[in-house]
C-alpha cells in the first residue's frame, strides 16, 4: 500500500511530464515560426471570442488549426455542442465545411443535452486513436467546467495524441488549465480581386494569450493576422485585393504550391 | 358518452356496456363514473403484455374497441415446459388472479378460435391431442407440423377483499373503479392440423356470432337472419354470405378455424441467440445488473462465435417480481460480437438510467438477445495492413450514442436539393445509410460555416428595394455592411411540398469589423411580393 505521500508524488511526476511535454514544444517551435500558428497535437486548447456574433470565426478558427493535426490514421473530427445553445450558434453546415476545406464526412456532430454528459464525450472522443480534433462549443459558462475539469482534460489530450479545441466566448467564463488559450476576432477582408465591393478571404486577428511563453520563451511572437486562403492558412498579405474566390483543398494540408501562387501574385 | 366497463354492482343495476351514460345516469342516479385513461392502461398493458415475455417470446396484443385489447401469446413448443397446454394455461391465469385480477383464457388452434373461446368459453383448451413433448420447438418451426396454441387470457383489475365474480362473467370488483377489462392476447397463427381441426369447428360452433370478431353491425345482421351461432355458418353459401356482410365476415371466420392464415405482431424481437439468468433471489442493484450482462454478454458472444455471426442489435431485458420488464436497446454501428463492447455499450446506457432505475420489488431474471444478425468471420490482420482506425471510430460512436441516445450523435448526408437547409440531413451515426449518389456539397459554392436552426427574420436597410443590403439589425444589434456580393438566386423546389414558397435571394455581407454573414431576401421585388422579407441563414468564418 502506497503512502499518501508516495502518491501525491508520483501524481506530481506524471503532471510535470505532461506539463513540459518537450515533443511539443518542439513542433510547436517550428509550426509559429512559420509565420502560421498551428496548434500542435495532443494540446487542449481554449478559443475564445469576444462575443457570439463572432461565432463564425472562433469555429473558422478552431477547424483551420484541427485540419493540421489531421494525419492518415488519425482523421476524423467530432464536434460536440449542448443541444440548448444550438439556436444560438447555428451547426457546423456541410456544404460549408467543404468550401472551407473540411471534408463533412470527417465530422461527427454531436448535440447533447447535459454538460455532463458533454465532457464525458470529449474526454472519450479525445481518448480515441483515430479522431484527430475534438471540438467543442460551449456558448454559456457552466459550473461543471471548472478548472479540475479542464486540467483532466488537459491531461487526456497529451495521453491521447489528440487536440481538443474548446470554443468559448464572452470573458465571464470558467478559468481553464488549456495548454493554449488563443484569443480570435474577425478582421475585415481585402476584397476579392476583380470585385472590390465583395466579401473576400476570410481574415482572423489571432492572439496567444496563453501557452506561447512557455513554449516558445519571452519574446516571441503571439499575434497574428491570419487569412484563410484555398492553399490553407497564410500569413495575412498586405497588398490589398489578393486572392482568387476559391475553395479551400480538402485534407491534409498540402505543400504550398508554386505555380499557383504565382498567379495570384 | 358510453360505458366501457361495469363493475359487479352495476351491473346488478342493470347497466350493460356499450349503454350510453346519460341512461345510465338515468337508470342509477348515484352512479361513478369515470374517463378511460387510455394512455395509462395502454402503457400498464403494454408492460403486462411483456413480462410474460417469460412464459413465451412471442407475445401480442390484439386490439379491441370496445375493451382494451387482448393479451395473445404464440405457445407453439413451449407448452413442455409448463406441463402440458391445459397446466399451462392454469398456470398463467392463476398466477394473475393470484395478484388480484380477474383472468380468462382460452388455448386453441388459432388466433380467431383462442379468442372467441376466450370471450365466450373462458378455460378451453382445444387442440391438444398430441402429446406436446414430442415436438421440439425447432421442429414445430421446421415442419410445420404442431398445432399452434394460443392461451387467451382476459384480464380484469379487481381486489382481493372482494369476493370473486360470478363465474363466466369476469368483471371488475373494484367497488366503483371501472377499470373492466383490460387485456386481449393474441397468438401466433400457424397450420392446423388436420386431426385438431374437427375438434376446433365443434367447439366453436355453439358460440355466438359475435365471437368472430365482427362488427356490431354484422352479427346484428346475422341474428336478424336467424344466424346466431358459429355453427350456423358452417357449409352455408359463401357467396351469399359476402354479398350482404362483406368480406370480412368469411376472413374471420375462416381465420378462426384456421382456413386463412393470421399473424401476430410480435411485441418484442425474437431471436434464437440470447442468454438469460434466473436469480434465486430477486436483485436490485444496479451494479449487480451490470455484472450480470456482462457475463450474458460473454456468454451470448460465445454462441454468435460458435456459428460465425455478429449483431448489430442487442436488447437487455429486465423481469421485474411486479411484472414490470424494462426492456433496453442498444445499437452497434456495425456488427459485433465482442463481448466487452457489448457489456461497455449497456453500461452506458444503464448509467444514464440510475435516476430513473427502479428495480420494484427486485429482478429475477435477466435476459439478453442479440437481433439484426449478419456473418462475421474471424478477422486475419495482416503485419503490413494500415489500420485506418474505421473499427474504433465505430466502437467510439457506439459508445457515445449508447450513452448520449443515438438520436445525439450525427453525421451530415448530403441531400440532392438546392435549398439550403434541406441539403443536409442529418442522420445517427449509429444507423447511417448509404449517401444520395447523385447529391453531394460543391466546395465550388460559398457556403456559410454555420447554418442556424433556422432562418431568422432580420430588419435590413438596403439601397434599392432590389439591392445588396447596407445594414440589418439581427437579435438587437446593429450592424453596417462595408462589403457585400450577391445575389445568388435559389427558387423554390415546386416538386416539393411548401411550393407556395418564395423565390430566395442570397447575399454574403460583410460588416466594419469582418464578421461574414449569410441572408437572404425572401420574395422576388415587385414579381412575387411588395415587401420583401429578410432573413439571416448563416455565419461565415
Given at each position: 500500500?502506497?503512502?499518501?505521500?508516495?502518491?501525491?508524488?508520483?501524481?506530481?511526476?506524471?503532471?510535470?511530464?505532461?506539463?513540459?511535454?518537450?515533443a511539443?514544444?518542439?513542433?510547436?517551435?517550428?509550426?509559429?515560426?512559420?509565420?502560421?500558428?498551428?496548434?500542435?497535437?495532443?494540446?487542449?486548447?481554449?478559443?475564445?471570442?469576444?462575443n457570439?456574433?463572432?461565432?463564425?470565426?472562433?469555429?473558422?478558427?478552431?477547424?483551420?488549426?484541427?485540419?493540421?493535426?489531421?494525419?492518415?490514421?488519425?482523421?476524423?473530427?467530432?464536434?460536440?455542442?449542448?443541444?440548448?445553445?444550438?439556436?444560438?450558434?447555428g451547426?457546423?453546415?456541410?456544404p460549408?465545411?467543404?468550401?472551407?476545406?473540411?471534408?463533412?464526412?470527417?465530422?461527427?456532430?454531436?448535440?447533447?443535452q447535459k454538460?455532463?454528459?458533454?465532457?464525458?464525450?470529449?474526454?472519450?472522443?479525445a481518448?480515441c486513436?483515430?479522431?484527430?480534433?475534438?471540438?467543442a462549443?460551449?456558448?454559456?459558462?457552466?459550473?461543471?467546467?471548472?478548472?479540475t475539469?479542464?486540467?483532466?482534460?488537459?491531461?487526456?489530450?497529451v495521453?491521447?495524441?489528440?487536440?481538443?479545441?474548446?470554443?468559448?466566448y464572452?470573458?465571464?467564463?470558467?478559468?481553464?488549465?488549456?495548454?493554449?488559450r488563443?484569443?480570435?476576432?474577425?478582421?475585415?477582408?481585402?476584397?476579392?480581386a476583380?470585385d472590390?465591393?465583395?466579401?473576400?478571404?476570410?481574415?482572423?486577428?489571432?492572439?496567444l494569450?496563453?501557452?506561447?511563453?512557455?513554449?516558445?520563451?519571452?519574446?516571441?511572437?503571439?499575434?497574428?493576422?491570419?487569412e484563410w486562403?484555398?492553399?490553407g492558412?497564410?500569413?495575412?498579405?498586405?497588398?490589398?485585393?489578393?486572392?482568387?474566390?476559391?475553395?479551400?483543398?480538402?485534407?491534409?494540408?498540402?505543400?504550398a504550391?508554386g505555380?499557383?501562387?504565382?498567379?495570384?501574385? | 358518452?358510453?360505458?366501457?366497463?361495469?363493475?359487479?354492482?352495476?351491473?346488478?343495476?342493470?347497466?350493460?356496456?356499450?349503454?350510453s351514460?346519460?341512461?345510465a345516469?338515468?337508470?342509477?342516479?348515484?352512479?361513478i363514473a369515470?374517463?378511460?385513461?387510455h394512455?395509462?392502461?395502454?402503457?400498464?398493458?403494454?408492460?403486462f403484455?411483456?413480462?410474460h415475455?417469460?412464459?413465451?417470446?412471442?407475445?401480442?396484443?390484439?386490439?379491441?374497441?370496445r375493451?382494451?385489447?387482448?393479451?395473445?401469446?404464440?405457445i407453439?413448443?413451449?407448452?413442455?415446459?409448463?406441463?402440458?397446454?391445459?397446466?399451462?394455461?392454469?398456470?398463467?391465469?392463476?398466477?394473475?388472479?393470484?395478484?388480484?385480477f380477474?383472468?380468462?383464457?382460452?388455448?386453441?388452434?388459432?388466433?380467431?378460435?383462442?379468442?372467441?373461446?376466450?370471450?365466450?368459453?373462458?378455460g378451453?383448451?382445444?387442440?391438444?391431442?398430441?402429446?406436446?413433448?414430442r415436438?421440439?420447438?425447432?421442429?414445430?418451426?421446421?415442419?410445420?407440423?404442431?398445432?399452434?396454441?394460443?392461451?387467451?387470457?382476459?384480464?380484469?383489475?379487481?381486489?382481493?377483499?372482494?369476493?370473486?365474480p360470478?363465474?363466466?362473467?369476469?368483471?371488475?370488483?373494484?367497488?366503483?373503479?371501472?377499470?373492466?377489462?383490460l387485456l386481449?392476447?393474441?397468438?401466433v397463427?400457424?397450420?392446423?392440423?388436420?386431426?385438431?381441426?374437427?375438434?376446433l369447428?365443434?367447439?366453436?360452433?355453439?358460440?355466438?356470432?359475435?365471437?368472430?370478431?365482427i362488427?356490431?353491425?354484422?352479427?346484428?345482421?346475422l341474428?336478424?337472419?336467424?344466424?346466431?351461432?358459429?355453427?350456423q355458418?358452417?357449409?352455408?353459401?359463401?357467396?351469399?354470405?359476402q354479398?350482404?356482410?362483406?368480406?370480412?365476415?368469411?376472413?374471420?371466420?375462416?381465420?378462426?378455424?384456421?382456413?386463412?392464415a393470421?399473424?401476430?405482431?410480435?411485441?418484442?424481437?425474437?431471436?434464437?441467440?440470447?442468454?438469460?439468468?434466473?436469480?434465486?433471489?430477486?436483485?436490485?442493484?444496479?451494479?449487480?445488473?451490470?455484472?450480470?450482462?456482462?457475463?450474458?454478454?460473454?456468454?451470448?458472444?460465445?454462441?454468435?462465435?460458435?456459428?460465425?455471426?455478429?449483431?448489430?442489435?442487442?436488447?437487455?431485458?429486465?423481469?421485474?417480481?411486479?411484472?414490470?420488464?424494462?426492456?433496453?436497446?442498444?445499437?452497434?454501428?456495425?456488427?459485433?460480437?465482442?463481448a466487452?463492447h457489448?457489456a461497455?455499450?449497456?453500461?452506458n446506457?444503464?448509467?444514464?438510467?440510475?435516476?430513473?432505475?427502479?428495480?420494484?420489488?427486485?429482478?429475477?431474471?435477466?435476459?439478453?438477445?442479440?437481433?439484426?444478425?449478419?456473418?462475421?468471420?474471424?478477422v486475419?490482420?495482416?503485419?503490413?495492413?494500415?489500420?485506418?482506425?474505421?473499427?474504433?471510430?465505430?466502437?467510439?460512436?457506439?459508445?457515445m450514442?449508447?450513452?448520449?441516445g443515438?438520436?445525439?450523435i450525427l453525421?451530415a448526408?448530403?441531400?440532392d436539393?438546392?435549398?439550403?437547409?434541406?441539403?443536409?440531413?442529418?442522420?445517427?451515426?449509429?444507423?447511417?445509410?448509404?449517401?444520395?449518389?447523385?447529391?453531394?456539397?460543391?466546395?465550388?459554392?460559398?457556403?456559410?460555416?454555420?447554418?442556424?436552426?433556422?432562418?431568422?427574420?432580420?430588419?435590413?436597410?438596403?439601397?434599392?428595394?432590389?439591392?445588396?443590403?447596407?445594414?440589418?439589425?439581427?437579435?438587437?444589434l446593429?450592424?453596417?455592411?462595408?462589403?457585400a456580393?450577391?445575389?445568388?438566386?435559389?427558387?423554390v423546389?415546386w416538386?416539393?411540398?411548401?411550393?407556395?414558397?418564395?423565390?430566395?435571394d442570397?447575399?454574403?455581407?460583410?460588416?466594419?469589423?469582418?464578421?461574414?454573414?449569410w441572408?437572404?431576401?425572401?420574395?422576388l421585388?415587385?414579381?412575387?411580393?411588395?415587401?420583401?422579407?429578410?432573413?439571416l441563414?448563416?455565419?461565415?468564418?
Amino acid at each position: 500500500m502506497k503512502t499518501r505521500q508516495a502518491l501525491i508524488d508520483e501524481l506530481k511526476t506524471v503532471l510535470r511530464a505532461a506539463d513540459t511535454h518537450p515533443a511539443l514544444r518542439e513542433t510547436f517551435e517550428g509550426q509559429i515560426k512559420a509565420g502560421t500558428p498551428q496548434a500542435p497535437a495532443g494540446t487542449l486548447n481554449e478559443v475564445w471570442g469576444d462575443n457570439l456574433r463572432s461565432g463564425g470565426v472562433s469555429l473558422g478558427f478552431a477547424l483551420m488549426q484541427a485540419r493540421g493535426v489531421i494525419t492518415g490514421r488519425r482523421g476524423a473530427l467530432v464536434y460536440l455542442c449542448l443541444s440548448g445553445e444550438v439556436r444560438e450558434t447555428g451547426l457546423p453546415y456541410g456544404p460549408g465545411l467543404s468550401g472551407f476545406g473540411i471534408d463533412p464526412g470527417l465530422m461527427v456532430v454531436g448535440r447533447i443535452q447535459k454538460t455532463g454528459d458533454l465532457l464525458w464525450a470529449i474526454e472519450e472522443a479525445a481518448a480515441c486513436r483515430a479522431v484527430a480534433a475534438v471540438i467543442a462549443d460551449i456558448v454559456r459558462p457552466h459550473r461543471e467546467l471548472d478548472f479540475t475539469v479542464s486540467r483532466r482534460l488537459a491531461m487526456r489530450a497529451v495521453a491521447s495524441g489528440a487536440a481538443i479545441f474548446m470554443l468559448r466566448y464572452g470573458s465571464d467564463r470558467e478559468a481553464s488549465a488549456a495548454h493554449l488559450r488563443w484569443h480570435v476576432a474577425p478582421a475585415p477582408s481585402a476584397g476579392l480581386a476583380f470585385d472590390a465591393k465583395a466579401p473576400g478571404a476570410a481574415r482572423f486577428a489571432v492572439r496567444l494569450e496563453k501557452g506561447g511563453r512557455r513554449f516558445l520563451g519571452d519574446g516571441a511572437a503571439d499575434r497574428w493576422q491570419v487569412e484563410w486562403t484555398h492553399d490553407g492558412l497564410a500569413a495575412q498579405k498586405d497588398s490589398a485585393a489578393g486572392h482568387r474566390d476559391e475553395a479551400a483543398l480538402s485534407g491534409i494540408v498540402p505543400a504550398a504550391l508554386g505555380d499557383r501562387l504565382s498567379q495570384t501574385a | 358518452m358510453r360505458l366501457m366497463a361495469l363493475d359487479g354492482l352495476a351491473e346488478q343495476a342493470g347497466l350493460s356496456e356499450g349503454q350510453s351514460l346519460a341512461d345510465a345516469r338515468a337508470m342509477v342516479p348515484g352512479l361513478i363514473a369515470r374517463e378511460i385513461d387510455h394512455s395509462f392502461l395502454a402503457g400498464f398493458f403494454g408492460a403486462f403484455a411483456d413480462w410474460h415475455a417469460n412464459a413465451s417470446p412471442i407475445v401480442a396484443i390484439l386490439e379491441d374497441e370496445r375493451a382494451y385489447g387482448d393479451l395473445m401469446l404464440d405457445i407453439t413448443g413451449v407448452t413442455h415446459l409448463f406441463g402440458g397446454e391445459r397446466t399451462m394455461l392454469d398456470k398463467l391465469t392463476g398466477r394473475l388472479e393470484a395478484l388480484g385480477f380477474t383472468v380468462q383464457g382460452a388455448v386453441a388452434p388459432t388466433i380467431g378460435a383462442a379468442w372467441a373461446l376466450c370471450h365466450y368459453a373462458p378455460g378451453t383448451v382445444v387442440g391438444a391431442q398430441k402429446s406436446s413433448d414430442r415436438f421440439s420447438p425447432s421442429s414445430v418451426a421446421l415442419t410445420g407440423f404442431a398445432p399452434p396454441i394460443a392461451p387467451l387470457t382476459r384480464l380484469a383489475e379487481g381486489r382481493r377483499d372482494v369476493p370473486p365474480p360470478p363465474q363466466g362473467h369476469p368483471r371488475d370488483q373494484g367497488g366503483g373503479r371501472a377499470l373492466g377489462r383490460l387485456l386481449d392476447l393474441g397468438a401466433v397463427p400457424g397450420p392446423v392440423q388436420a386431426g385438431a381441426e374437427a375438434g376446433l369447428a365443434d367447439s366453436l360452433a355453439p358460440l355466438p356470432v359475435s365471437a368472430l370478431r365482427i362488427t356490431a353491425l354484422q352479427s346484428e345482421g346475422l341474428r336478424q337472419m336467424g344466424l346466431k351461432t358459429i355453427g350456423q355458418l358452417y357449409g352455408r353459401e359463401r357467396g351469399g354470405l359476402q354479398a350482404r356482410f362483406g368480406v370480412s365476415l368469411l376472413n374471420r371466420l375462416d381465420q378462426a378455424l384456421g382456413a386463412a392464415a393470421e399473424r401476430l405482431a410480435a411485441r418484442l424481437p425474437a431471436t434464437d441467440y440470447y442468454a438469460e439468468r434466473t436469480f434465486a433471489e430477486p436483485i436490485g442493484l444496479i451494479d449487480d445488473v451490470t455484472m450480470t450482462v456482462k457475463d450474458l454478454a460473454h456468454r451470448l458472444a460465445g454462441q454468435l462465435e460458435a456459428d460465425g455471426l455478429g449483431a448489430q442489435d442487442f436488447h437487455l431485458m429486465l423481469f421485474r417480481l411486479d411484472h414490470k420488464l424494462m426492456h433496453l436497446q442498444v445499437r452497434a454501428g456495425r456488427a459485433s460480437r465482442d463481448a466487452g463492447h457489448i457489456a461497455r455499450l449497456f453500461a452506458n446506457r444503464i448509467e444514464t438510467l440510475v435516476a430513473d432505475f427502479d428495480a420494484g420489488f427486485g429482478i429475477e431474471m435477466i435476459r439478453l438477445m442479440a437481433t439484426s444478425l449478419s456473418g462475421l468471420e474471424a478477422v486475419q490482420t495482416g503485419v503490413f495492413a494500415l489500420d485506418d482506425g474505421a473499427a474504433d471510430l465505430d466502437r467510439l460512436y457506439d459508445r457515445m450514442a449508447s450513452r448520449l441516445g443515438p438520436e445525439a450523435i450525427l453525421r451530415a448526408k448530403p441531400v440532392d436539393s438546392h435549398i439550403p437547409e434541406r441539403a443536409v440531413a442529418f442522420e445517427p451515426v449509429v444507423a447511417r445509410t448509404g449517401d444520395d449518389a447523385a447529391a453531394g456539397f460543391d466546395p465550388g459554392r460559398k457556403r456559410p460555416l454555420r447554418l442556424l436552426p433556422a432562418p431568422e427574420e432580420i430588419v435590413v436597410v438596403a439601397e434599392m428595394p432590389d439591392g445588396p443590403p447596407a445594414r440589418m439589425d439581427w437579435r438587437r444589434l446593429s450592424y453596417r455592411f462595408v462589403r457585400a456580393s450577391g445575389p445568388e438566386r435559389i427558387g423554390v423546389e415546386w416538386w416539393q411540398p411548401g411550393e407556395g414558397a418564395l423565390s430566395r435571394d442570397y447575399y454574403t455581407a460583410e460588416d466594419a469589423e469582418g464578421r461574414r454573414f449569410w441572408l437572404f431576401r425572401e420574395g422576388l421585388y415587385a414579381t412575387e411580393t411588395a415587401t420583401p422579407r429578410w432573413f439571416l441563414h448563416g455565419v461565415f468564418a
